[in-house]
């Protein structure tokens, strides 16, 4: 499997032959695009292109060539190969590029993130606040600079941990005074914090103050987290209400940062396979996948047709799982206690023992290798599987289904609230269940057929209604495709090798970039991989689709009432490790 | 006044206020159970048999726990709350017959403590005064959940008090007296009220849990979205106060409803032996908790806005038609005592053409 | 009796007083339902029992519990600022000081103030026999139906001013 060489199909420098410039980097496809005309070139590429998905915005930090650079990843909703383009600055502060979130409301949380970890400013952006880190943070953690307290070495494995066979804790060798740099000026027996949340409820502020019909009513803040019982995790919600009528609303998160991406830029290729369980701790068998196609890509290997299968199938069991709990946790925030999200572990813990079968883990799975999966699968679990695929979920499915569907007062709950137009879904970059319950038949399972999706017969499930009724239905319509496509997938998988070579600690990974992105569970997920031929990758960015997914919290909110904010929030499906990262 | 007099009222009230208290804590413990049925799990079995020693090790866990008090609450007021909550749901029981009255030596005992003739009105006034503790609690945590769901609850029990009320007049109508204890001997013969009014009972059964705040009507405390609502700030013996207000408001609802239409203490041989009537209030009222705790295993809650226009626009006009249904057809059936049974045609009709509406109107509402 | 009568008395004075000095609002709502029922005990000691607990229920449990509501939802009040009276207390204190010595006046004037009430007999049902005065053409009707429009006009009133004119 090459790189995504077809982008060239597009040739934006004829278009821009002043502007642009074609990547020509060893490995690297897509656009080098001049800072002054990246706005020009964005609103073509998206008006006249049609490349209406913004898939990922990201930055990297080329600090040997001394240049900064931003990496915007299109799509078209339609299907197809993606456009790449880049714009390269000088890395000397202040660095500015404007910011497309005009163009693609999607770009607004991400670009925030560019600042936050890279420094990076965009002009245009209307709440460029940081966002993973505090406010109050000094530096900017993923420039390759910046160093963490207790930094040992730029890359693993760490020379000290093993210095005779025998492991030292990097605490031992590094006291607190040792390694700790202050930003200059900082003297920590004087120091006062200020308020960080003070940028975020002056971004709120024009709300409080709002008068209607001569009436001045007080609105209140009302921080729904981080300790609240229907956020999912530690995030945070800055809700403005009139009543219980929500009229602003500001997604607040990081509580869970740390900083995945330069660890997994620290780590060696093979060492962040099991890392990318962490993420969607949900979903562990989908985020190897999108990794390890990541990787493939780079390396150039193929993946062996028994372990298509097994991925196939191990990603779809993924699926069902994480909608059944979906659907589980759904029911729950909507006040149907727990008795359905218990229904929905009953089914849950038979996909997880398959896993345990397979893996050896339940949910840190750790299963994908590069070029294939670690281990064959075991007879017993194929046997379970079939068991389960032909006899048990199908029903259980439908018992699901109808256990609540048709209650009165979930529908009352659920229809016509936390409306997303197909337009504006696509503009703020949804992915998954969440597009596609707007009516936006995108999977990328057919949009961009990864693996072996293209031989499976599977209908894409969208739903006209745009709002919280339609998500509970493509998740439950979801859970019936996927079973379509174990069927076929347990009835032809063939016998032979799961790895295409003897299995290797350290691979070789030439250098280059790779943007490997599948359907998970919750939308889109990206990996976008840059090597520079070491051990080590160079740039490793998650395209999360819970963070993404966050950016039209607000739109769907406003307006609603306070008890439709949880379950708008629900239907999202963000799990914090992921949204966090 | 005599001594005797005196001794019968302490006793009585003394038995009463600790059947509430180990109802309380064994409700708990029934709920845990069958929520764990309900939910294909096994619920609390480890301390004693069946888990039957699990409220103790619940008291003493809420007994030994620190109570914090927020810096910022009212303190006189955060204090008094709970008491606020927990006093009403006690005295409220004070005027249900648990059975016919009985010979003792040479003296009559009831078997209630206050057999006063407006019985029923007591009930209302007890209820209307139950929303205090909540409202308070609420205001004094000074936290905005609390607040919230202070608010809420205020808001909540006023609407649903009216409808309360109503289906009151529905049994004070049928019995022709306000007195509990003649509402139940009118019931004699198996002419249960919730025959002769099913809408009648099953309004005050809505009503009633509205009134207490249970599923699907908890919007005071929605853990999804107000943590845990108007006791959010409370911890330790003060939480456990509120606790155990909301279980013995349970228990007494049920007992309330159980009297005024589920022909109360009645039942086969209770005039022989007066005190199988406890015995049968018993039995309806664990039958009526595990509705309460049916629906809490498997309903959705209500949103806050829907629930007050299903209070204000289903519930009240419907308790209205109900109310002048059975007084219409208490008149007609001074002419011919077989025209009573028009009272549950029409109001069954009455309450199939509310559902319809309701459906309407989500309907209409889903995609306006 | 007598005694506590006037303990009842003193403590509806009382509480009546604290609900216009005490700067709190909210703790001036607690001392008016203190007040309020202080007025239902002394109903219940005039076997009106009936009247008692519908003090209970409409003073207590509804207006009372609206002006709490009131008072929490204008949070800026809660903690009251400055003096509660202002410079027209005297002219209030004034009226109210008439009204008292008008009805006190009046009162005394009517022989039956100063009569012990002849005890009910057993079987009198009070709250029948206020049912039956309500709807009864001879006795009062008429004001009672009077009232009940006027109830009616001012809920539509509510219904009006709170409607959202979109």
Redesign the interface.
Known sequence: MATTVSTKSVDLSTIFPDAVIADERKGYTGWLVEKDNLIEIATYVREELDYDLLSSVTGVDYLPEEKMEVVYQVYKTTGGPGLFFKVQIPREDPMEIPSVINIWPGADLQEREIWDLYGIKFPGHPDLRRILTWEGFEGHPMRKDWQEPFYEEETKPFKSRWPKGEHIHAEEINPYHDNLKFPPKFNPENWTPTDPEEALYTSLKKFTTKNEDGLEAEQIIVNMGPQHPSTHGVFRAVVVLDGEKVVSLKPVMGYLHRNHEKIGERNTYLHNMPYTDRLDYFNSMANNWAYALAVEKLMGIEVTERSEYIRVIMSELTRIQNHLVWVGIFLNDLGAVVTPLLYAFEERELILDIFEEVSGARMMCNYYRFGGVVRDMPVRAFEKLKQLVYDRLPGKIEEFERLLSENEILLSRVKGIGYLSAKDAIATSMTGPMLRASGVPYDIRRAEPYGIYDRFDFDVVTRPECDLYARYHVRIEEMHQSLRILEQAVSTIPEGPILPKKPVYQVRVPAGEAYGRIESPKGELGFYVISNGKPNPWRYHVRAPSFINITALEKMCVGEKIADFVAILGAIDIVLGELDR | MDWTLWLELVIKALVLIFALLGGFAYLTWYERRL?AR????LGPNRAGPFGLLQPIADAVKLIFKEELTPAKA?KL?FFLAPIMTLVPSVIIAAVIPWGPPFQLGDRIVTQSIAD???GV??L??I???A??GI??A??SSNN??A??G??RS??QM?SY?LTLGLAFVVAILLGNS?NLTDIVEAQRDGRWFVLVQPVGALILWIATLAEVNR??F?MPE????L?AGYHTEYSGMKFALFFMAEYQKMIVVSAILATLFFGGYLGPWVDRWPLLGPVYMFLKIVILLFIMIWV???????????LMAFGWKVLLPLALAVVMITAVGILLAEINPWMIWLIPIFSLIAGAFASLM??RS?RR???? | MTILFLIIAIVILASAVMVVTTRNLVHAALWLIVSLFGVAVLFAMLNAGFLAVVQVVVYIGAIAILFIFAVMLTRREMRGHGKPLNNNWWISALLSLLTFGGLAMLLSNWDGFSQTPADFPSDFDGVAELGNALIDPNQFVLPFEVASILLVAALVGAVYIASNRK
Not at chain 2, 365 to 368: C, E, L, R
């Open positions: 929520l309900f939910q294909s799990r009212y007021v006063i003739n407006v009105l007591f209302m006034s209820a209307s005064i929303v205090y409202v308070l609420g205001w905005k959940y607040m919230l202070g608010l205020a808001a006023i008090e306000m599923h699907p908890d929605a853990e999804q979205e943590t809490r295993a498997t309903w959705p809650r209500i949103r806050y806005d829907r309701i459906d989500l509402k889903a995609y306006a």
